[in-house]
C-alpha cells in the first residue's frame, strides 16, 4: 500500500484532451480560469500561477526585495525548500522551533530569532492545518518585518476563517503530485499586495509585463507554469470538496480504530484552524520499530521532516541540536501513514490491525 495515489481520472483527461485539441499548451484559458477559481477559493486579491511550489517561495522571497545580508525566520520543522529558497535569493533563514501540538512555528520562541537583518518571518503551514497566525502578524508588525506563508500544504486549510497563504504578505500554495489538490508539479503565489504582486508578475516572466516582448525592463526569469498543467488544476479544483471529503472520513476512521492504542499520539487539532488531512500523522516513541512492522506487511511509511538545523547542506549555518527540542522529537517519533482518497475502509482496517498487533493489544 502507497503513501500516495493522486485523486486523478476522467475529468482531469477530458480537460488535457480540450488543451490539445485547443493547441495552446503554454498558459492560455485553462491557467486563466484556474487561476480565478484559486482566487474564489482563496480570496485572494492576486494570484499568480508557478512551476512549482520551491520556485513559488524563491519568487515571494524575491518579490519582497530580500537578498543578501538580510535574513527570514523559518521554522526548523519544514520540507527543505522553505529555506533554500531564502538561501538561494542570497538571504539567511534563520531557524525557529516548532509547537508540540501541530509542529508549526512556535511564537513563544520566535522573538528571540530576530536581529537587525531581520527582514521576514516565514510561517509554513504543515499536515492540513494553519499555523498560529495572529502572533506571527503581531511580531512581525512590532519588527516591521514581512511575512511569507508557506501553505504548500495548505489548500482549503483557513486560519480563522482566512485562507492560509492570504495573511501575511505573500504566500503560496504547491500543486506537487501529493498535494490536496494536484496539477503534478505546480503552484500558485498569492497575494493582496498590488506592488509584491506587480513585482512577482515581473520577474516570473523575464522581467517584462508580456510575453513575446524582447525589452526587459527588470531581471527575471521563467516561473511560469503551462495550460496542461491548468487544465488538470481546473478538475482537481472542481473535485475539491470530495477530496475533502473522503480524506477526512478516512482520517476519522483511522481515529477511531486507532483510539485505544495508548502508544500513539495523533497531531492535535486546533481550534484556530479547520484540519485538511493531509497525511495520517502520529508519533511513537518506538517509530523506527513500527515502521520497520508495516513496510514488513506492504504499509508504506513516511518519516516527519528532519530538522533544518541537522541537514547536511546547512551544517555551515552552526545550530546546536538542543536549540530544536520538539522539531528534533517529530524526526525521532513522528511517521505518516496513507490517507489518500481511494483507500478503502478495508484498507485502513487492515493498518490498524497491524499496528494494534506491533502493540500486542
Ligand atoms: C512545506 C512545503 N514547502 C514547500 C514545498 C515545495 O513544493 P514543491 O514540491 O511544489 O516544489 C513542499 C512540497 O513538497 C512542502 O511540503
Known sequence: MPQLIPYV????????????????????????????????????????????????????????????????????????????????????????????????IDTDKLEERITEKTKAIMPVHVYGQSADMAPVLQMARAHNLTVIEDAAQGFGVFYNNKHTGTLGDVGMISFFADKTITTGEGAVILTNREDVYERAKLIRNQGRSSSGVFIHPALGMNFRMTDLQSAIGVAQIKKFNEIKRLKSR????????????????????????????????????????????????????????????????FNFLGYREEEFPVSNRGFEQGLSLPVYCGLQKKDILNICSRIKEHYGY
Open 250 to 313: 478516512n482520517y476519522a476512521l483511522y481515529r477511531r480504530e486507532l483510539s485505544g492504542v495508548k502508544e500513539l499520539k495523533f497531531l492535535e487539532e486546533v481550534s484556530h484552524s479547520n484540519l485538511v488531512p493531509f497525511r495520517t500523522n502520529v508519533l511513537a516513541e518506538d517509530k523506527e520499530d513500527l515502521c520497520k512492522h508495516l513496510e514488513e506487511n506492504g504499509i508504506q511509511t513516511r518519516s516527519f521532516f528532519f530538522p533544518l538545523h541537522r541537514q547536511p547542506c
Open 9 to 104: 481520472g476522467k475529468e482531469e483527461l477530458e480537460n488535457l484532451k480540450k488543451v490539445i485539441a485547443n493547441q495552446w499548451l503554454t498558459e492560455g484559458p485553462f491557467t486563466e480560469e484556474f487561476v480565478s477559481l484559486i482566487k474564489d477559493v482563496t480570496g485572494a486579491k492576486y494570484a499568480l500561477p508557478v512551476t512549482n511550489g520551491t520556485m513559488a517561495l524563491f519568487l515571494a522571497v524575491l518579490s519582497l526585495g530580500i537578498g543578501p545580508g538580510d535574513e527570514v525566520i523559518v521554522p526548523d520543522f519544514t520540507f527543505i525548500a522553505s529555506a533554500t529558497s531564502v538561501h538561494f535569493a542570497g538571504a539567511r533563514p534563520v531557524f525557529c522551533d516548532v509547537t508540540d501540538d501541530t509542529f508549526t
